[in-house]
């Protein structure tokens, strides 16, 4: 099975997905590391579901499999505590994975044995499946570094975080028409669709998302502490919320140093920011904006301007931090709901924001211009960073 065939990708996915549990006991597994964040069993076992649920009852007719479990993993079913309660024992839900897995794969592997089912046509059923797991991996991985951010030991910073004045390293797009969205793409959502053309002014965007160093210089002056960057809403949330990415930390000599997933480690001033909410992109965006110049009008990015800078190439794909956007996650004109169970009109109602572009960690599955991904103004547990835009040259 070729690992560029999506069934291969499911396949690799299935199996990354388990390996992330193996080297942990029981309760690590079933233990939730922060507030937003699910314990590791339930992402796991909610792949399974929507796995299993989507071949076996929405197109083979088939609910049994999932009928049984249903409440313990659909969002919403149950409160989340009482979902993580009712999980089944770690090694009781992975042999009840594996058993479900190999014949999902089998099924899927000879779809001339399965009904008629427009899903199947152009393997959109394995790419939805794909897609959903391969979010689920990344919300897996997430709760990892929550993991790490609460049980890091002590570390003292090899070489200090500089802060860096911010530069106009910008490239242009001009105004003009532009394609939005999938189009005549198997794997598109129904959040991806109908293709749009829209009319953009001209605008400057940054070449590369916002940097640690640039972070830095934004804490240094202040960013933090000075309420004039904030809206009230973001303004409110700070007063909760430590003032620094999520997963930055200070050593016994003040430097700053960040903990992912393999532990603490020095921040490099060159790459790009990660964990900060929608809330603290916006305070950036404004403080940028003061500093004048050519850093004039500094505005987070339209999420339709970030995808015509890179259908145009006027950007170069980067997929290290998916990257916040201005607007709020909603539908396009004219969308049709489709019949994803995490899809139609109730993905809108979250008051989220749009984040794009992939982080370190995204799979194939996601890796494509028109994906939305999206989340509350006030969460920073995902690889999420930023990047701003600016009016034209001499405007």
């Known amino acids: ?78 409160s989340p505590e009482s979902q993580w309660q009712r999980l089944p024992p770690k090694e009781h839900l992975l042999s009840w994975a594996a058993t479900l897995q190999d014949e999902n794969l089998m099924r899927l592997a000879n779809p001339d044995k399965l009904p008629p089912h427009e899903w199947l046509d152009d393997n959109r059923l394995i790419w939805l ?106 303004w409110t949330w700070l007063q909760t919320h430590p003032p620094h990415p999520h997963h930055w930390r200070r050593d016994d000599q003040g430097a700053w140093y960040g903990i992912g997933l393999n532990g603490p480690a020095d921040l490099p001033p060159s790459d790009p920011v990660m964990g900060i909410a929608y809330h603290e992109a916006q305070a950036y965006a404004r403080w ?16 339709y301007q970030w995808e015509a800078a890179m259908r145009t190439q006027a950007l170069e794909p980067s997929g290290r931090v998916w990257e916040w956007c201005a607007n709020r996650f909603a539908p396009y004109s004219e969308f049709q709901p489709g019949a994803d169970p995490e899809g139609g009109e109730q993905q809108f109602t979250l008051e989220h924001f749009v984040l794009r572009g992939g982080c370190l960690h995204s799979q194939a599955a996601l890796r494509r211009i028109s994906f939305r991904q999206h989340a509350a103004p006030g969460s920073r547990t995902g690889f999420s960073g930023t990047r701003l835009v600016f009016p034209p040259e001499g405007a």
């Not at 507030?35 to 076992?45: K, N």
């Not at 299993?52 to 919403?76: K, S, W």
């Not at 797009?173 to 794997?187: E, L, N, T």
């Not at 904006?289 to 999420?303: F, I, M, P, R, W």
Request: proline fraction near 6%; charged fraction near 20%; hydrophobic fraction near 40%.
């Open 1 to 78: 099975m070729s690992p560029t065939h999506p069934l291969g990708q499911l396949s690799a996915l299935q199996q990354m997905m388990a390996q992330l549990l193996e080297p942990l006991s029981d309760s690590e597994c079933r233990h939730s590391p922060a507030p937003e964040v699910a314990p590791l069993l339930w992402y796991y076992g909610r792949a399974v579901y929507l796995e299993t649920y989507l071949l076996r009852d929405r197109v083979q007719g088939e609910p049994d499999m999932t009928d049984r479990v249903a409440d313990i993993f659909t969002t919403g079913a149950l």
């Open 129 to 234: 499946i794909n897609q959903h797991r391969a979010i689920l991996y990344e919300q897996m991985l997430q709760a990892l570094v929550e993991r790490r951010l609460a049980h890091a030991a002590p570390y003292r910073a090899n070489q200090r975080l500089i802060a860096q004045a911010p530069t106009d390293d910008l490239v242009g797009v001009s105004q003009g028409h532009y394609r939005i969205g999938a189009k005549d793409d198997p794997a598109a959502r129904d959040n991806e669709l109908p293709t749009q053309v829209v009319n953009l002014s001209n605008f400057r965007i940054q070449r590369h998302p916002v940097s640690n160093a640039d972070w830095l210089a934004f804490m240094e002056t202040d960013g933090y502490g000075s309420q004039t960057f904030w809206d009230e809403a973001g």
């Open 288 to 303: 940028i904006s003061t500093l004048g110049g050519k850093l004039s009008g500094a505005v987070l990015q339209h999420e």
